[in-house]
């Protein structure tokens, strides 16, 4: 079961990386596209906690940190989604309540994480989005993660409590 479980979340966090990277490109709006590797982290993190979430997180952040056409330094999306995992996980009684809960818990780490990847990368020097074009950017990463919320939250989440290995309660 242990091996089954691996492949459900590996597979899970790659076929996510896949389509933003590859598909979901050609939706880019001033170099910005959905975030689903994003939502797969939300999923996990209101399903089993900041823990599970945080070291989701990670992986799937430098997953997207390095598949191509990346043009940032590695690290800034894994730090971004250990963030995330970790925040959205702490909250995950009262965003479990409602769909209407679970969307703001989606905003909400959407804000976070994508104002996490502009602050680092403003901080590190990277040119790719300078400070005058991050205030434009951090609106429409929160409205594309929004839109996509009811078709990857539920089936992500689902996946989650299929294969987890236990419940815990905090």
């Known amino acids: 079961m242990a091996v089954l479980r691996a ?10 990386v ?9 939706f880019s709006y001033d170099g910005v596209v959905p975030n689903l590797a994003l939502l797969v982290v939300v999923a996990a993190a ?7 979430a945080a070291v989701l997180g990670f992986a799937a952040g430098l997953a997207i940190d390095l598949a ?8 800034r999306w894994a ?5 995330v995992g970790y ?26 994480g994508t104002s996490v990847f502009a602050i680092s990368g403003m901080m590190l020097g990277d040119p790719g989005v300078p400070a005058a074009e991050v205030l434009q950017v951090i609106p429409v990463a929160v409205l594309y993660d929004v839109l996509l919320t009811p078709f990857v939250l539920p089936p992500a989440m689902l ?4 294969f987890g290995s236990r419940q815990v309660a905090y």
Do not use: N
Request: avoid cysteine; charged fraction near 10%.
């Open 159 to 162: 996946l989650f409590r299929r």
């Open 46 to 52: 209101l399903v089993r906690g900041p823990e599970f």
């Open 7 to 16: 492949l459900a979340l590996t597979m899970t966090v790659t076929l996510a």
């Open 18 to 26: 896949v389509l933003q990277v590859a598909a979901f490109g050609h």
């Open 68 to 75: 191509p056409p990346a043009d940032h330094v590695a690290g």
């Open 87 to 112: 925040i959205a996980g702490r909250v995950r009684h009262d965003a479990g309540t409602s769909a209407v809960a679970a969307v703001v818990a989606v905003a909400a780490s959407s804000f976070i």
């Open 79 to 83: 730090l971004a989604l250990v963030v």
